[in-house]
């Protein structure tokens, strides 16, 4: 049985491999709450927040790993893999490969995602694209 956290997951799915941030009218309440430093609330700021993140990483595939709901809750387990030919969150392009991984929690209201909370590889992706060296020293970089 396919619940509505199953269908709105899938929703985020398709939206970031479409690239089609005009997507987050289906699955994103007008009012949705995100506790991230990088999007602000709202359903339009998140939008837009999609739309740059295409442009920082134009050919980005994203792969659901896991997907748990319960109740009012729906986490999922995400690997994004793209190129970063563009300027992402600020970052001018490098040209380099990216894997970044996520696990988001979401809460659903009306059969919408009304709340967000998510942990990110961050770090490990700035390292890849070159905005951070790698930890360790130099002999972590031979």
């Known amino acids: 049985m396919t619940t509505p956290g199953h269908q709105l997951a899938d929703l985020f799915v398709e939206m ?32 837009q927040f999609w739309a740059a993140f295409f442009t920082g990483l134009p050919d980005v595939k994203v792969t659901m790993e896991d997907l748990i ?15 970063h030919t ?16 996520s696990i988001d929690i979401w809460r659903v209201r009306d ?5 967000h909370w998510d942990q990110l590889n961050l770090m490990q992706m700035f390292q890849q694209i070159g905005a ?11």
């Open 16 to 47: 970031t491999n479409t690239h089609n941030p005009d997507l987050v009218d289906r699955f994103i309440a007008e009012d949705y709450r995100n506790h991230n430093d990088f999007v602000a609330d709202g359903r339009e700021a998140n939008r």
């Open 69 to 83: 709901v319960s109740g009012d809750r729906v986490v999922g387990r995400f690997v994004y893999r793209g190129t």
């Open 111 to 115: 059969s919408l995602f009304v709340e």
């Open 132 to 142: 951070l060296p790698p930890l360790g020293g130099p002999e972590a970089q031979a």
């Open 86 to 101: 563009g300027d992402l969150l600020g970052i001018p392009a490098s040209g380099k490969p990216v894997e970044m991984r």
